[in-house]
């Protein structure tokens, strides 16, 4: 059953929810997403040889800064005081690919799902911003979140 829409006032108007009564609690979120690329891509970014520098490294700083940015990207969502910001990227040659995970926390009154995925997000695209002169039919697929606790609706795991 799906729920009522928080964003959405008694008159259909678009708001930013009221979070002053929440309760404060440990709230985390675990996001991921792939880009797919050819399997000669793959091995230039895990040998670092991309003339714009360490992709890897690139990219995890751009999801740390678009998670810390998610407020400024998503018009109705609160700026947060993010206590944890987790990239990992990791090579997958089965996909070929890369897979970025993310992982963030707070102790506050809202949560850190759409912090995960803006991260996730942004260090896909980053990937993709420094490869794709070499790769031109990259894709970023599967983002999405992977679990999520502490709040009132309690804990998710996909």
């Known amino acids: 059953m799906l729920g009522r829409l928080t964003h959405l006032d008694e008159n259909g108007a678009a ?11 440990v709230r985390t979120a675990v996001a991921e997403g ?14 670092n040889q991309i003339a714009k ?11 740390i800064m678009a998670a810390k940015k998610t407020a400024d990207l998503i018009p109705l969502c609160h700026p947060l005081m993010l206590t944890k910001i987790g990239i990992d990227i990791a090579p997958d040659p089965d996909l070929p690919g890369l897979w970025v995970r993310a992982a963030v926390a707070l102790n ?16 896909c695209l980053t990937i993709y911003d420094m490869v794709k ?18 709040g ?5 795991k996909r």
């Not at 708001?15 to 609690?25: A, F, G, I, Y």
């Not at 506050?108 to 260090?123: D, F, N, Q, R, Y």
């Open 53 to 63: 520098g360490d992709v890897l490294a690139t990219a995890r700083i751009a999801g």
């Open 108 to 123: 506050g009154k809202t949560g850190v799902e759409m912090e995960a995925l803006a991260a996730v997000s942004i260090a």
């Open 152 to 156: 009132k609706s309690g804990n998710r």
């Open 15 to 25: 708001h930013m929810v009221d979070v002053s009564l929440k309760d404060e609690t």
């Open 133 to 150: 002169a070499i790769d031109k039919d990259m894709t970023i697929s599967n983002i999405h979140l992977v679990e999520k606790s502490g």
């Open 34 to 47: 792939c880009v797919v690329m050819q399997p000669a891509t793959l091995k230039i970014i895990v040998d």
